[in-house]
């Protein structure tokens, strides 16, 4: 990729080490990582468990903050904001896919889909439009007024991806996002990650045991010791 402005681009992650305390012992868990990521790039971090890569990606999502080094998300420096800066950055610009999918139980899978596009501070009359495309699109329209643990684990994460990514975010942070998804479902989802990056210039980074996903990434990054091999 050709040299880009820390400014121009969604991701920009700079010498990034990460220390955590276990008792009287320090962690070193990540150990000087650099990348970046342009609008409209899908990005796939691989790796062992333990290698990093949930630090890396709380770390890019303004979840916690670097020990060392910095991370530039959409031209803001995270490590210069405070607790509440970087809680609007993510309501507005980041969107996360989570392994436990983090919907609200006592909602609709449409109303958990409302649920982000109000905290992202979006106007109500965009809400309907956009709610019943993204629920379309991963295959949940027919299912929306059914609450969590109506569904399966399959049916809950294709309502957490829609749910992600119904605000219009720049960054989406996707923690296997095709775990609980069968061959055609997941292929379903790759289809509409690629458009997102296409026509709304949405920059994609997940962690993939998926080797489809895989061949269609800009960049494949794989941790290992808390370093990009």
Same mark, same amino acid.
């Given at each position: 990729?050709?040299?880009?402005?820390?400014?121009?681009?969604?991701?920009?992650?700079?010498?990034?080490?990460?220390?955590?305390? +276990?008792?009287?012992?320090?962690?070193?868990?990540?150990?000087?990582?650099?990348?970046?990521?342009?609008?409209?790039?899908?990005?796939? &971090?691989?790796?062992?468990?333990?290698?990093?890569?949930?630090?890396?990606? +709380?770390?890019?999502?303004? &979840?916690?903050?670097?020990?060392?080094?910095?991370?530039?998300? +959409?031209?803001?420096?995270?490590?210069?904001? +405070?607790?509440?800066?970087?809680?609007?950055? =993510?309501? =507005?610009?980041?969107?996360?896919?989570?392994?436990?999918?983090?919907?609200? %139980?006592?909602?609709?899978?449409?109303?958990?889909?409302?649920?982000?596009?109000?905290?992202?501070?979006? %106007?109500?009359?965009?809400?309907?439009?956009?709610?019943?495309?993204?629920?379309?699109?991963?295959?949940?329209?027919? =299912?929306?007024?059914? =609450?969590?643990?109506?569904?399966?684990?399959?049916?809950?994460?294709?309502?957490?991806?829609?749910?992600?990514?119904? %605000?219009?975010?720049?960054?989406?942070?996707?923690?296997? %996002?095709?775990?609980?998804?069968?061959?055609?479902?997941?292929?379903?989802?790759?289809?509409?990650?690629?458009?997102?990056?296409?026509?709304?210039?949405?920059?994609?980074?997940?962690?993939?045991?998926?080797?489809?996903?895989?061949?269609?990434?800009?960049?494949?990054?794989?941790?290992?010791?808390?370093?990009?091999?």
């Amino acid at each position: 990729m050709a040299e880009l402005q820390a400014s121009s681009l969604a991701v920009s992650v700079i010498g990034v080490h990460k220390r955590f305390r +276990n008792g009287s012992a320090e962690v070193h868990v990540l150990k000087g990582v650099d990348f970046s990521l342009a609008p409209g790039q899908l990005a796939m &971090l691989k790796g062992r468990s333990g290698s990093g890569k949930t630090t890396l990606m +709380n770390l890019i999502g303004g &979840l916690d903050v670097p020990s060392e080094g910095s991370v530039i998300v +959409n031209g803001l420096e995270l490590h210069k904001l +405070n607790d509440k800066e970087r809680t609007r950055m =993510r309501r =507005r610009d980041v969107a996360f896919v989570f392994q436990s999918f983090a919907l609200h %139980p006592l909602m609709t899978a449409w109303e958990n889909v409302e649920l982000g596009m109000r905290m992202a501070g979006l %106007p109500s009359a965009q809400w309907a439009d956009r709610i019943e495309y993204c629920l379309e699109q991963v295959g949940m329209a027919e =299912r929306a007024q059914h =609450r969590p643990y109506e569904l399966s684990g399959g049916e809950q994460q294709r309502v957490a991806i829609a749910k992600a990514i119904a %605000p219009g975010p720049r960054l989406l942070l996707a923690d296997e %996002p095709t775990a609980e998804l069968d061959t055609k479902m997941s292929a379903r989802v790759l289809s509409l990650f690629q458009s997102l990056r296409v026509e709304e210039k949405m920059a994609i980074l997940m962690t993939t045991h998926d080797q489809t996903m895989l061949e269609v990434a800009d960049h494949v990054l794989e941790m290992e010791s808390g370093k990009l091999a």
